[in-house]
């Protein structure tokens, strides 16, 4: 039984039947940025106690939860300080500090997912090679430090290739695709003062992906299978159910199983994968948290990815997720010149279209590829649901209001 449950729930007895009243539970948020932000509403609409550790005043979950701790991700006295005010430790962004989430983790914090797990992703290499191990599906890789690793990996994989950070990159940062010798000095150039792996390039048919929990009794669900269609390395458009064949379903389900038993975790994770012309999995990467790919979930769900994850990590039932209509989710991204104080003009003719809903962050300040907020458009449809996303977001103009605000 896990710390906040053993804190949390005092027993009476009456004459008819014992009942159960559970306290306040107290979630410590790593992170607070938008997955944050709607854990923390969840939580709320709970009425737990939320308190996030993040390095920027006002961020977008400041303005629903109870505390925040001004303080950079990895600031040992920071995250002692949260595990001291908090029942229970997540996160929404694999940047914490996993040395001393282990030591805490071992001193009875109850972290989840585990900072063993977190520190396992935060490292793609160690990630692969996890993975590998386990006989799970990835496509082939070498850890490349140097210019000479990463000529060797070349020779190995040819052109194009795939040039990937190790440490602190997520949601497709840190990604360089090598295409030719043409960009090969780029490619030097991102290796850098970096530790990276090279992978080999896959032409895939699609991009899906799949949020799957687990509780602390080994309770697991998974909501459903979604196509995912990036942009510049950032997801752009998610669509629910996926396009795929029943087999290709069936397979990822399997691989997500398979993926979460070798993660040990507790939590909520989004296994991204490709699917080949034979239906064949591959993984691309994990994320042990909520995901940007799981958004449609609030609106098109019997429960949201963000719900699952706070009964997940308190060890509550799970629930199978009921996909109640197909749905598309499309991203509001920073414009390529953007790097300024802004407001959203066209957010009423976005709210008059019929199955739409508009979340939005509240960052303060745009910039080139920054997620600022998104819509999801239900519709019986799935190709209906696309246009009528995407005439969304063409609705949605960023105002610079850099002059009104100086």
Same mark, same amino acid.
């Given at each position: 039984?896990?710390? =906040?449950?053993?804190?949390?729930?005092?027993?009476?007895?009456?004459?008819?039947?014992?009942?159960?009243?559970?306290?306040?539970?107290?979630?410590?948020?790593?992170?607070?940025?938008?997955?944050?932000?709607?854990?923390?509403? =969840?939580?709320?609409?709970?009425?737990?106690?939320?308190?996030?550790?993040?390095?920027?005043?006002? #961020?977008?979950?400041?303005?629903? %939860?109870?505390?925040?701790?001004?303080?950079?991700?990895?600031?040992?006295?920071?995250?002692?300080?949260?595990? +001291?005010?908090?029942?229970?430790?997540?996160?929404?962004?694999?940047?914490? +500090?996993?040395?001393?989430?282990?030591?805490?983790?071992? +001193?009875?914090?109850?972290?989840?997912?585990?900072?063993?797990?977190?520190?396992?992703?935060?490292? &793609?290499?160690?990630?692969?090679? %996890?993975?590998?191990?386990?006989?799970?599906?990835?496509?082939?890789?070498?850890? =490349?430090?140097?210019?000479?690793?990463?000529?060797?990996?070349?020779?190995?994989?040819?052109?194009?290739?795939?040039?990937?950070?190790?440490?602190?990159?997520?949601?497709?940062?840190?990604?360089? =695709?090598?295409?030719?010798?043409?960009?090969?000095?780029?490619?030097? &150039?991102?290796?850098?003062?970096?530790? #990276?792996?090279?992978? *080999?390039?896959?032409?895939?048919?699609?991009?899906?992906?799949?949020?799957?929990?687990?509780?602390?009794?080994?309770?697991?669900?998974?909501?459903?299978?979604? !196509?995912?269609?990036?942009?510049?390395?950032?997801?752009?458009?998610?669509?629910?159910?996926?396009?795929?064949?029943? &087999?290709?379903?069936? *397979?990822?389900?399997?691989?997500?199983?398979?993926?979460?038993?070798?993660?040990?975790?507790?939590?909520?994770?989004?296994?991204?994968?490709?699917?080949?012309?034979?239906?064949?999995?591959?993984?691309? *990467?994990?994320?042990?948290?909520?995901?940007?790919?799981?958004?449609?979930?609030?609106?098109? #769900?019997?429960?949201?990815?963000?719900?699952?994850?706070?009964?997940?990590?308190?060890?509550?039932?799970?629930?199978?997720?009921?996909?109640?209509?197909?749905?598309?989710?499309?991203?509001?991204?920073?414009?390529?010149?953007?790097?300024?104080?802004?407001?959203?003009?066209?957010?009423?003719?976005?709210?008059?279209?019929?199955?739409?809903?508009?979340?939005?962050?509240?960052?303060?300040?745009?910039?080139?590829?920054?997620?600022?907020?998104?819509?999801?458009?239900?519709?019986?449809?799935?190709?209906?649901?696309?246009?009528?996303?995407?005439?969304?977001?063409?609705?949605?103009?960023? !105002?610079?209001?850099?002059?009104? +605000?100086?």
């Amino acid at each position: 039984m896990t710390r =906040v449950i053993e804190r949390s729930i005092k027993i009476y007895t009456d004459k008819v039947d014992p009942l159960y009243i559970v306290k306040h539970a107290r979630i410590g948020i790593i992170g607070g940025g938008q997955l944050a932000k709607m854990i923390a509403q =969840v939580a709320k609409r709970m009425s737990m106690y939320v308190i996030i550790l993040d390095p920027t005043p006002n #961020c977008p979950a400041s303005t629903v %939860i109870d505390r925040q701790i001004v303080a950079d991700f990895k600031d040992e006295n920071a995250i002692r300080q949260l595990a +001291n005010e908090c029942d229970v430790i997540t996160y929404e962004i694999e940047l914490g +500090n996993s040395d001393i989430l282990i030591e805490l983790e071992m +001193n009875g914090f109850s972290i989840h997912p585990s900072a063993k797990t977190l520190r396992n992703i935060q490292d &793609k290499l160690l990630q692969k090679q %996890i993975l590998k191990e386990n006989n799970l599906p990835i496509p082939d890789f070498m850890g =490349v430090e140097t210019k000479e690793d990463l000529l060797k990996a070349l020779e190995k994989f040819g052109y194009p290739a795939v040039l990937k950070a190790r440490f602190d990159s997520y949601d497709g940062r840190g990604n360089f =695709v090598i295409e030719s010798k043409e960009n090969l000095d780029e490619a030097i &150039k991102f290796l850098k003062n970096k530790k #990276c792996l090279m992978e *080999e390039y896959v032409p895939f048919v699609k991009e899906v992906s799949v949020m799957i929990a687990k509780n602390s009794r080994g309770q697991v669900v998974r909501h459903p299978v979604v !196509e995912n269609i990036h942009k510049d390395n950032i997801l752009d458009i998610t669509i629910v159910p996926a396009r795929i064949s029943t &087999k290709g379903i069936k *397979e990822v389900k399997y691989v997500a199983d398979a993926t979460l038993s070798v993660l040990n975790g507790v939590g909520i994770f989004g296994i991204e994968m490709f699917l080949g012309k034979d239906d064949k999995v591959l993984i691309n *990467e994990i994320a042990p948290r909520p995901h940007n790919s799981g958004h449609y979930s609030i609106e098109a #769900c019997s429960i949201s990815q963000f719900e699952q994850h706070i009964r997940a990590i308190l060890d509550f039932p799970l629930i199978e997720p009921i996909l109640h209509s197909p749905a598309v989710m499309i991203n509001i991204i920073g414009e390529d010149d953007s790097n300024y104080p802004y407001a959203f003009e066209g957010i009423k003719d976005v709210l008059a279209i019929p199955g739409a809903s508009l979340h939005i962050y509240g960052k303060k300040i745009t910039r080139k590829g920054r997620k600022l907020g998104h819509i999801t458009v239900l519709d019986s449809n799935i190709e209906s649901a696309i246009q009528k996303a995407k005439k969304c977001r063409s609705l949605i103009r960023i !105002e610079d209001i850099s002059d009104i +605000n100086g």
